[in-house]
């Protein structure tokens, strides 16, 4: 045993020259470098946790500042289409009393998804984002069906509608207010796929108050009463056309399908094309929730590479050129690959580059 700790403590000697002076100055740097390192990878994993805890407090508050803009003048709206017999007032009420419902879900969901984890929900609660996400988008296409359903039966009878000045003002109030609601939450909906939701259901408020000032002025000034549910047929086949995307977006997160915006193909050559590494397999890209995504993989690196060195090679090529901050990376030699059954094996269930 002492003989062991002697042969260690001569071969530290050697490496520094002989001079315990060195090896100690030699171990004290490698010291302080690795507790340097350490030190500013904790600051940035704070850093991006206070920059996201950030962000989602002011999405909270605009999306309750959208609700309660949004509640007030749905009733306004109600009022002005039962007063003058107006589908499209009806509709774009309609539209908003769902909006209502849309944002108060978005706005829970946003307040879940800041709890903190547990050893149950080791992700925390992110992902309710992504289902209010896709339960809005559910909800904009039924709202779509029906008005299309009550347009087709307007156009075949359509009823006289009286106090058109009525139902342009209305609707250009209604208007005003959904492109206040759209400029509170501009900015977040393209990088928050629940706000994105709720921003959808505004923006079709929006087009359906257009289109009431435009069927309003169509009746007011030329009596033709078919503009009405003409114009609510068009708004609602809008809606559904974005209102699928979302779905679509929400889905694929939901599957833990790759990010639209992240080409696995050039994932996998970035990681192969890396000093040291020899392949790479079972590779998994996905999305926690909007804007984050995380990134799993089997690296066979050679021998002689270090793996701490590797490591953060590939953690800064992977976050400068594709955004994936969070990876979990399994370091493997060729003599030493994984042997273990894993997810992959079973065939088609992962994706296989054709240089495999």
């Not at 996998?268 to 990134?295: F, K, M, N, P, Y």
């Amino acid at each position: 045993m002492h003989g062991c700790q002697a042969s260690r403590q001569s071969a530290k000697l050697t490496r520094s020259g002989g001079n315990p002076k060195f090896g100690l100055l030699s171990f004290t740097l490698r010291g302080q470098m690795a507790s340097a390192n350490g030190h500013q990878h904790r600051q940035g994993a704070d850093a991006h946790a206070h920059s996201h805890a950030h962000h989602a407090e002011g999405s909270r508050r605009r999306l309750l500042a959208v609700l309660v803009l949004t509640a007030v003048y749905m009733l306004a709206e109600f009022a002005g289409g039962w007063w003058t017999g107006s589908l499209a007032l009806l509709a774009d009420a309609g539209h908003m009393m769902a909006d209502v419902a849309a944002l108060a879900l978005a706005l829970a969901a946003a307040w879940f998804a800041s709890r903190p984890a547990n050893p149950t929900k080791t992700y925390g609660y992110y992902r309710l984002e992504i289902l209010a996400a896709f339960a809005n988008g559910v909800v904009l296409v039924l709202v779509s069906l029906r008005i299309l359903y009550e347009a087709y039966a307007r156009w075949a009878a359509p009823p006289e509608i009286e106090r058109g000045g009525v139902m342009i003002a209305v609707a250009a109030g209604g208007l005003l207010t959904n492109l206040v609601c759209a400029w509170v939450l501009h900015g977040d909906h393209a990088r928050d796929l629940n706000v994105r939701g709720a921003w959808l259901h505004v923006m079709g408020d929006a087009l359906g108050s257009v289109g009431a000032i435009t069927a309003g002025a169509l009746v007011t000034f030329y009596g033709w009463q078919r503009a009405d549910p003409l114009f609510s047929a068009l708004i609602a086949l809008l809606i559904v056309w974005s209102s699928w995307k979302l779905i679509r977006e929400a889905t694929n997160v939901l599957l833990e399908g790759t990010p639209a915006h992240i080409n696995l193909a050039a994932v996998e050559g970035a990681i192969r094309e890396t000093g040291g590494v020899e392949d790479v397999h079972d590779l998994h890209v996905w999305t926690i929730t909007s804007g984050r995504e995380a990134l799993s993989a089997h690296v066979i690196h050679a021998h002689a590479v270090s793996q701490p060195d590797l490591l953060r090679a590939l953690r800064a090529k992977l976050n400068e050129q594709f955004g994936v901050d969070h990876l979990t990376i399994q370091m493997e030699t060729e003599d030493f690959e994984d042997e273990a059954f894993h997810f992959c094996t079973s065939g088609t269930a992962c994706f296989r580059s054709s240089k495999e």
